[in-house]
């Protein structure tokens, strides 16, 4: 079974700051991660993937995200927060079994204050 | 722009109506999901098609049903609608039916009044 837990529903930054969204999941096989972001009234776009390769993913936008197997962590960051990286941010697991589906975390609203 | 395509952007129903939701995946995928996402029941996932068989079900209502054709576009068909039903409609593709990057639409905003 396969799950995804986003731990903080919103969070709130200074611009110019760190950017820390927290994604754990649980996966019974290798599983392949995404961060998705969601700007007010669009679609769903790809940030990054995570896939068995580098641990170390990089992303658009200058995000990137560190899968961490011993923590089963696959967290989003940023050095420095920009007023456009404002949007709702959605972790999503999905793996190779025939029983697997896609699950998303419940989401994840970044707000950056100027 | 994902290559995902999604008709109408925009519909405003009364209750009691049909709607039919279309997509056309990117060229090449041949998956198909369907996805609503409402602000008191957040993303849902209703259903996956691949090449034409449906692969997996989640939430979808019995007023609705979708189906993908040889073309590989899909239609949500939402029936007898009700006020709940509004809310944004996202229609995803991938290539093959596991493990995946799935490319999202810009999604079709649905209105019941």
């Known amino acids: 079974a396969q799950s995804v837990t986003q731990l903080d529903s919103h969070v709130s930054v200074s611009e110019g700051t760190p950017v820390l969204l927290r994604c754990n999941y649980s996966?019974?096989?290798?599983?392949?991660l995404f961060w998705y972001v969601q700007h007010p009234n669009k679609g769903l776009q790809l940030l990054l993937k995570?896939?068995?390769?580098?641990?170390l993913v990089k992303g658009i936008n200058g995000f990137e995200a560190e899968f961490k197997k011993s923590e089963t962590s696959f967290h989003l960051t940023k050095p420095s927060a920009h007023m456009s990286d404002a949007a709702e941010y959605f972790c999503?697991?999905?793996?190779?079994?025939?029983?697997?589906?896609?699950?998303f975390g419940s989401g994840t609203r970044l707000s950056i204050r100027p | 722009d994902s290559g995902v395509t999604q008709t109408p952007k925009h519909l405003i129903t009364a209750t009691g109506q049909r709607v039919t939701l279309r997509c056309s995946p990117r060229?090449?995928?041949?998956?198909v999901y369907w996805y609503q996402q409402s602000l008191d029941q957040g993303l849902q996932f209703l259903i996956h098609?691949?090449?034409?068989?449906?692969?997996a079900k989640g939430n979808i209502l019995e007023r609705f049903s979708a189906q993908q054709f040889p073309d590989l576009h899909s239609e949500l068909n939402l029936s007898s609608l009700e006020l709940g039903d509004s809310a944004l409609y996202f229609c995803?593709?991938?290539?093959?039916?596991?493990?995946?990057?799935?490319?999202f639409g810009e999604g079709s905003w649905l209105t019941v009044v």
């Open positions: 995803a593709s991938s290539l093959r039916d596991r493990g995946n990057t799935i490319y």
């Open positions: 996966s019974s096989y290798s599983p392949s």
């Open positions: 995570y896939t068995s390769a580098a641990t």
């Open positions: 999503v697991v999905s793996g190779y079994s025939s029983a697997s589906k896609i699950i």
């Open positions: 060229s090449g995928d041949l998956s």
């Open positions: 098609y691949y090449n034409g068989e449906e692969r």
